[in-house]
C-alpha cells in the first residue's frame, strides 16, 4: 500500500503541471476508448450482474449496477463533456499588490491525491476518473465488489489511454487492497492521501467519517422531501412529484417523503394516490393521510429511510413551517423541493431549508453534476465546508498564494 501511494503522490506533482491542452486530449481519446472496447466492458458486466443474480441484490442496485450500450455511450460522452469545461486549474481567483509592493496572486490548484469510495455504480469509475484528471488530481479508485469486474474493465481502458500519453497509469488507479483492511489502511494515510470521498450506505460514511486521518468530504444518503403548498399547480405538483420518486428510485437524489399542506390535503391526496398507483408505487401515509386515502401506515422509522426502492412516505402537515421543521428533523441537507406558485413562500423556503440543494418547482432528481453542466460529479457532498451539492472539477480544486516580488525584504 505505502509503495501505491508513494507512487501516486510522485504522479500528482507530474499531473499539476500539464496544460489544459494535453488533459483535455487524453480525455477525448479515453471516451473513444470506452467506445472502442464496449464488448469487453459490457462482458464483464454480465459477470457482475450474474453475481447479483446469485447473491440476490435489490432491484434498485442491480439498476445501479447494470451496464449497455446506451450508459457505455452516456460515460464516454461525460468525458467529452468534462473535457470542454473550462480548464479549472491555474484561474487567477484574485490578484493585489501588497503595501510592501509585490504582487500577490490567489491561484486555483489540484488538491492532490483524491480517495474516492462508492458501491454499485461502476460509471462512476469513469466519471470520477475523468473529473480528477481534468482538475489535475491522482484519483484512487474503491468501488465495490458488486461491480469489481466491470470496474476493472473500465479502469484497465483508461489506464491503457494514459501510458499511450506518456502518463502513469497510477493516476488513475484501482485500490490495490479492496477488502475492509485495505480501506481502513487508505483512509489513514494523510502523509500520501489529500482527499476521501465515501459515496454509499450510512454505515459506510459513519465508519469512515469516525476513523479517517485524511480530511472527508461526504457523499450522505439522499433523504429528500418535496412539500406541496396550498398555492401549488396541482399539474406541476403531480408531474414533478412523479418523476422525483418514480423516475428512477435508486438515486439518491429520489424522493422519499411527499409533504403536504393540510389546506388543500382532501383535494390533491386521491390525485396523488391515483398518480403514485399507475407507476406501482406502494404509498405509506401518516394518520391526516390515511384519512382521505387508503394507505398503509408510516411509522417514525418511514421518516428516516432512505428507499432507495419505489416506496414514498406521505405526511399532512400544517403549512410551510411544518413542512420546514419535518425536514430539520429528518433530512439529510442533500435536496428540497417546494411547489408553490407563491412567491414570497418560496422564497421563505429555499432560504430557511438547510440543504446543498432547494428547488422551487423542479424535481430533486436534477441534483446531479451533469445536469448542473459538470459533465458528471465525484459525488454529492452534504459537507458544508470546502464542497457542497454535485462536486464537479471546480470542487476538485484548492488554491495557493503566489508572490511576486523584486526583492522585498520585511
Known sequence: ??????????????????????????????????????KEILKANALDMQNAETNHLSVALKDRLLLNEERIEGMAKAIEDIAALKEPVGRV?????????????????PIGVIGVIYESRPNVTADVGALCFKSGN????????????????????????????????????????????????LIKQDNYVDLIVPRG????????STHATVPVVKHDKGLCHTYIDKDAD???????????????????????TLLVDEAI????????????????????????TQAYIDVHAATLEDYQTEYLDNILTIRVVDGVEAAIEHIETYGS?????IITENYTTAEYFLNAVDAACVYLNASTQFTDGGEFGFGAEVGISTNKLHARGPMGVSELTTYKYKIYGNGETR
Open 201 to 208: 450506505g450510512e454505515a459506510l460514511i459513519k465508519y469512515v
Open 93 to 109: 481567483l484574485d490578484g493585489w499588490y501588497a503595501d510592501a509592493g509585490f504582487k500577490i496572486e490567489k491561484v486555483s490548484v
Open 333 to 337: 441537507q442533500h435536496s428540497e423541493a
Open 265 to 288: 390535503a382532501s383535494e390533491i391526496l386521491p390525485l396523488i394516490k391515483k398518480a403514485y398507483d399507475m407507476q406501482g408505487t406502494e404509498i405509506r401515509g401518516c394518520e391526516k
Open 138 to 185: 491522482v484519483a484512487i479508485l474503491k468501488g465495490g465488489k458488486e461491480a469489481e469486474y466491470s470496474n476493472k474493465a473500465i479502469a484497465t481502458v483508461l489506464q491503457e489511454i494514459l501510458e499511450q500519453h506518456g502518463i502513469p497509469k497510477v493516476a488513475i488507479s484501482l485500490l490495490p487492497d479492496s477488502s475492509r483492511e485495505g480501506v481502513a489502511n
Open 1 to 38: 500500500m505505502e509503495a501505491f501511494l508513494k507512487e501516486a503522490k510522485a504522479s500528482s506533482r507530474l499531473l499539476s503541471t500539464l496544460d489544459g491542452m494535453q488533459k483535455n486530449s487524453v480525455l477525448k481519446a479515453m471516451a473513444e476508448g470506452l467506445r472502442n472496447h464496449s
Open 234 to 256: 396541482f399539474t406541476k405538483a403531480l408531474d414533478i412529484g412523479i418523476n422525483a420518486k418514480c423516475r428512477r428510485t435508486g438515486i439518491c437524489g429520489a424522493l422519499e
